[in-house]
């Protein structure tokens, strides 16, 4: 994804709210976030150098099955992460009332150095967020929800320096080539339907098997299988051994250009399609998008 990716977002969401008079929730919480995190982007330029990885490192680190970005290699300017995980703090506490005392905790957690370093690394490396969260009174899912949000713009500006150093067909592994993090979206692509996920942290795109469950590696045919409707426009894939789904969209089946980020959340129907079903997300959860609900 790149940063015009992001402007042409917020365009699209502009256009929908002069057009409809209002924005269903989800989608405007979406497009206040985004518009933080564009807000900062040339701050984010200067703080992040891939330059400091050589072709050499990056290639040996791909060949040994381990993801390109280390956290102690990533350049975080802590001082605009501060900022970034505050202000998205009280924006979601905004929409989501299960959490209208989140904003305090994590006023909390940013209020000193230690906290704050600890909860972003352990968010990075997948570790459980749970004793960070309970010792300042905020749920975990709101911690690792707006950890997401101040971080991603320096994981985005990341992987449009590096996503160029994977050979796409050698690495299809469950995990982004960039940063190591979870596929929450896939799409089909327009020429031979090959199926890639998306990083739900940097937003990297990488190619992966069509019969393989990206969460727990299920391979078994007859435990996988994906829902479609009428139009075929979009799937839910699942797997039946780990009880995981993953949304996606074909994209021989559009017309138009189609921005993936925002796909994540005009598709919350589907989310709760597959709860009802049984399935769960194979990502951590984050900010509950398809339960906050109707329009502003």
């Keep these: 994804m790149t940063a015009e990716t992001d402007d042409e977002t917020l365009r699209r969401l502009a256009e929908a709210k002069q057009e409809h008079g209002q924005l269903l929730r989800p989608v405007e ?16 330029k200067v703080a992040v150098s891939p330059q400091g990885l050589t072709k050499e490192a990056i290639e040996e680190r791909l060949k040994n099955r381990e993801s390109i970005l280390e956290f102690g290699g990533l350049a975080l300017d802590w001082a605009l992460v501060q900022e970034l995980i505050k202000a998205a703090a009280q924006t979601v506490a905004e929409y989501t009332s299960s959490n209208s005392e989140g904003a ?40 690792h929800s707006v950890i997401l949000v101040a971080l991603q713009p ?16 050698q690495w299809r592994r469950r995990f982004c080539p960039v940063c190591g993090g979870q596929a929450d979206f896939a799409f089909l692509d327009k020429e031979s339907g090959a199926r890639w996920l998306l990083c739900s942290r940097c937003d990297s795109q990488w190619l992966f098997q069509r019969l393989e469950c990206p969460y727990c590696g299920n391979t078994e ?18 797997c039946e051994e780990c009880k995981s789904y993953i949304k996606a969209i074909d994209l ?9 980020p925002l796909e994540r959340i005009v598709t919350s ?3 709760r399609q597959a709860r009802e079903k049984g399935y769960m997300s194979g990502v951590t959860p984050t900010i509950p ?8």
């Design 269 to 271: 129907d589907l989310d």
């Design 154 to 169: 320096f994981l985005k500006a990341y992987s449009q320096e590096l996503i160029g150093s994977v050979n796409q067909k």
């Design 252 to 260: 021989r089946k559009t017309e138009s250009d189609v921005l993936l």
């Design 221 to 238: 045919q007859k435990t996988l299988a994906y829902f479609t409707d009428g139009t075929e426009l979009y799937r839910l894939y699942v």
């Design 104 to 143: 305090g905790g994590v006023e909390s957690i940013t209020s000193s150095t230690f906290p704050l370093h600890q909860a972003v690394e352990a968010w990075y490396q997948g570790s459980s967020l749970a004793p960070t969260a309970l010792a300042h009174s905020v749920s975990e899912g709101f911690l």
């Design 29 to 44: 919480l979406f497009g206040k976030l985004l518009q933080l995190q564009v807000d900062v982007r040339s701050k984010v």
């Design 289 to 296: 998008f398809e339960e906050i609900g109707g329009s502003c």
